[in-house]
């Protein structure tokens, strides 16, 4: 039994879901071969074999590679099928979009977005929006499996030395061509990997509003999520919806303010360490899954909330 | 230009679901079903391409039990101009989902295929890709922005880093985020129009594709219920608090 764990990466650098993915991963089996599809991507091979858990690269680096494109990735790991036991990859767009063109290929039935690990063939996944878990167990021969990057510790990165081994690329797809990525850079934290996430919904009514959560996100190094009713509003981009369709999040402090938690919401942050809620409606959804709940008038809260913060001698970053 | 647009029969997005008590699975009886929501999108993009003079025919597909008739009925009235209903008796995996959609497609030949990109009660996000994959035609998901040129579709995709644009030759899938567009109701007039639009109705047997469940599920379960907070009267006590009880800041 192997597991062949495909990396998220852009070039220069692994995504750090990867290395939640490659945890997961190394408690399925120990054999965690990792495989890197890019362009002038050595640095990105070099840097997994620092990763203890792993013990082999393969890394395929061709300038077809550039820019990451489900239908070349799929012919390489296709050929690449049959020595494994499992395939694996974090379930974000990344993997969302990959794995399933992988599994239907080799006819297996993927098993999406797993919080558990039970056994080599047996994992937890949550349905309806994380209402419900299902153990579910998969009786394909590969087992072609997705994880939930934040229902797993990343992995260390440094004390390993796994050999890189290199192989040949596949064909270049002809029926579909990568045009441009609109990456939103920010030095704020990763939202999916943030300590605290400072959230705004329908509530903050506009997107020159949203300057109150930037002002405390600033003051506790946090990242900013939004509902999706604020990201349809246009008050914030998507890169920053927390939910069912969005980003899951696991925060140790998740602040939601004019958010009313909307089961897609809360599907997406109630595994939290701590909640709050701000919201001026006490009848708000939000309230029943938050730690501390404030029912007040965010526009008086949140600069009211700044200057208490701004109060304290120490705050943790 | 004819598109085919698949659509999923499931528990409305607004119900809070229950599980079942001996946990073999979700409490569905006298339950409110409505239309996977973001199919309502690939509807509604399907429907504006045809009206924009680009499409000659919109068909909308299900695959699921008799009942699933009314979503499909539900497509006629926004605008799709006949619907196939591929009946099965249970439910089934997105791997078999996208085999009878393959059959479809044969029959059908489709230059596009539009769906929701993920199905809100099993929260798979698989079916759309595992049809490009059978059908080796490229896949465009989470789509928010659909632009068709000559032979080929330019498309913006919502990722994790924020938007990627990619162009895929046609014939292709594409798998459709919430905020493609605004869905629209199903005026009156629509409805009864749409009760005279054909529904073809196919048994899943008799496309001779193997259904069988891969993954057995072994039981179902609440997730774990978080222990009630309480309400803070005060900006000062919630930082308080913050800072000496939960010792997050």
Redesign the interface.
């Known amino acids: 039994m192997s597991v062949l764990l495909i990396a998220e990466h852009n070039n220069k650098e692994v995504k750090p879901f990867t290395l939640n993915a490659i945890s997961a991963a190394s408690q399925i089996d120990e054999d965690v071969h990792v495989l890197v599809i890019g362009s002038n991507s050595e640095s990105v091979a070099k840097s997994i074999s620092l990763v203890p858990n792993v013990k082999k690269i393969i890394h395929v680096n061709n300038s077809i590679y550039e820019n990451y ?3 070349n990735y ?1 012919s390489v790991i296709f050929k690449l099928s049959e020595s494994y036991s499992h395939i694996v990859c974090s379930a ?3 993997g ?10 080799l ?7 797993i919080t558990k690990v039970i056994s080599e063939d ?1 994992f937890q996944r ?15 021969k590969i087992k072609c499996v997705t994880i939930r990057p934040t229902s797993f510790d990343p992995a260390p990165t440094s004390g390993g030395s796994a050999e890189i081994q290199n192989s040949d690329a596949g064909e270049a ?12 850079k920010s030095d704020r934290p990763e939202l ?1 990997t943030a300590r ?1 996430v400072v959230s705004g919904g329908r509530g903050m009514q506009s997107g020159e509003n949203f300057k109150l959560i930037t002002a405390v996100a600033d003051k ?1 190094n946090a990242a900013i999520g939004a509902s ?1 009713a604020a ?2 509003a246009g008050y914030i ?3 920053h919806q927390v939910g ?2 969005g ?1 899951v999040v696991v925060p ?2 998740y602040i939601a303010v004019g958010i009313s938690g909307a ?2 919401h809360l599907a997406g942050m ?1 595994e939290s ?4 809620a701000i919201n001026k409606d ?1 009848e708000a959804p939000i ?1 029943s ?8 008038d965010l526009f008086e ?1 949140l600069p ?2 700044l200057e ?2 701004n109060k ?1 001698n120490t ?2 970053k | 230009m004819k598109i085919l647009v698949a659509v999923k029969r499931v ?1 409305d ?1 607004n119900v ?2 229950r ?1 079942k008590e001996d946990n073999s699975g ?1 409490v569905t009886d006298n339950v409110k079903m409505s239309t996977n929501p ?1 199919d309502d999108n690939a509807i509604e993009e399907a429907v504006k391409i045809k009206e924009a003079g680009k499409a000659s025919e919109v068909i909308a597909v299900s695959v699921g039990e008799e009942k699933a008739q009314e979503t499909v009925r539900k497509a006629l009235a926004v605008g799709a101009d006949r619907g196939i209903l591929v009946k099965v008796d249970s439910v089934i ?3 078999a989902v ?1 085999k009878i959609l393959k059959k479809i497609v044969e029959k059908e030949k489709p230059d596009l295929v539009f769906m929701g ?2 199905a ?15 059908l ?7 789509a ?1 922005k659909i632009q068709i040129k000559e032979k080929s579709l ?1 498309v913006t ?13 046609v014939p ?1 899938i594409v798998t459709c ?3 493609l567009n605004e869905p629209r109701y199903a005026s009156l007039p629509n409805i009864m129009k749409a009760k005279k639009k054909p529904i073809e109705q196919i048994n899943a047997s008799d496309l001779g594709v193997d259904t069988n ?11 774990p219920k ?1 222990k009630a ?4 009267a ?3 006590e ?2 308080q ?3 000496n009880e ?1 010792k ?2």
């Open positions: 494109l489900a239908e799929t974000n767009t990344f969302k979009n990959l794995m399933p063109r992988v599994a239907a290929l006819d297996v039935s993927q098993v999406s977005d047996t949550p349905i309806y929006a994380g209402n419900a878990f299902a153990t579910v167990k998969s009786n394909d797809s002809e029926i579909s061509k990568f045009i441009k990525k609109e990456e939103i999916g605290v506790l999706r990201v349809d981009t998507n890169d069912q369709t980003k140790d402090l089961i897609q109630k360490k701590v909640i709050v006490g309230f899954v938050a730690d501390y709940g404030l029912e007040a809260a009211k909330f208490e913060l304290l705050i943790q | 528990i997005y809070q679901i599980v979700i973001p995996e997105p791997l996208s990109k993920q809100i009660d099993d929260d798979c996000n698989q079916t759309g890709q595992m049809l490009a994959a059978l080796n035609w490229p896949q465009a998901t989470f928010s330019e995709r919502e990722v994790d880093e924020g938007l990627e644009t990619i162009e895929v030759n292709a985020d919430l905020r469940p891969r993954i057995e599920q072994i039981k179902v379960e609440e997730p978080r907070g309480i309400k803070v005060s900006v000062e919630l930082v608090k913050l800072k939960a997050v800041i």
